[in-house]
């Protein structure tokens, strides 16, 4: 069945890093992908997605682009902050509506 | 615009028992999906209502059961729950089941069966 494998965390970087989560997804078919962000106590938030081939992403200085022929969708951030502090899921909608989920990267950044 | 809300936000139950959780979805949403998160994994989908049907099931037992109401707020029931059933169970909606449309997460309720 369709998956969804994001890198493990945490991951920890001082503040004005660069970032990159990686995600690599197996599917039948042509999913919607997205990113979703899970800030300490809160509930998960939509924070990119994409819904094609080649399309990008973007939102809050971060992006993700569809990659079909390396079946990714890496989030990137060119200088994270302290407040990007969070857990990161990757995720993709299949043709039945279901949203698959990898298990989610933690995000430490240090100031 | 209000946002999901879910209820309760904590509750602890004996393993046997059956349990009821509630949604409301946002304001204008017609399509309620259902989520089960245990600790330090990504959220699993048990199911997906649209306009008061079920449209969509992840690979969970017939005793994990739902319902949307006509005001598209949302029941997940679980019964004779097991040790397992142990995790954050998390609600969404959105404006439709398209694939597009961004879901909307509640803060969710913890589960504990002992």
């Known amino acids: 069945g369709d998956s969804v494998t994001q890198m493990e965390g945490p991951v920890t970087l001082s503040e004005e890093a660069f970032l990159t989560i990686n995600c690599t997804y197996t599917a039948t078919g042509y999913p919607s992908l997205f990113w979703y962000v899970q800030y300490p106590g809160e509930g998960l938030q939509l924070l990119l997605k994409a819904t094609k081939a080649d399309d990008k992403g973007s939102n809050k200085g971060f992006e993700a682009t569809y990659r079909k022929e390396t079946t990714s969708f890496h989030l990137e951030k060119g200088s994270v902050q302290v407040s990007d502090s969070a857990v990161y899921f990757c995720?993709?909608?299949?043709?039945?509506?279901?949203?698959?989920w990898g298990a989610g990267t933690k995000l430490i950044i240090k100031p | 615009e209000t946002g999901v809300t879910q209820s309760p936000t904590h509750l602890i139950k004996t393993r046997g028992q059956q349990v009821t959780l509630r949604c409301s979805s946002q304001s204008g949403h017609n399509t309620v999906s259902w989520y089960q998160q245990a600790l330090g994994q990504g959220p699993q989908f048990i199911f997906q209502?649209?306009?008061?049907?079920?449209?969509g099931r992840g690979n969970f037992p017939p005793r994990f059961s739902g319902l949307q109401f006509p005001n598209y707020s949302s029941e997940l029931n679980v019964n004779a729950l097991e040790l397992d059933d142990s995790a954050l169970y998390l609600c969404?909606?959105?404006?439709?089941?398209?694939?597009?449309?961004?879901?909307?997460f509640g803060n969710g309720t913890r589960l504990t069966v002992t």
């Open positions: 995720a993709l909608k299949d043709s039945n509506y279901q949203l698959i």
């Open positions: 209502y649209y306009r008061e049907e079920e449209n």
């Open positions: 969404a909606s959105s404006s439709s089941r398209d694939s597009n449309s961004p879901l909307h």
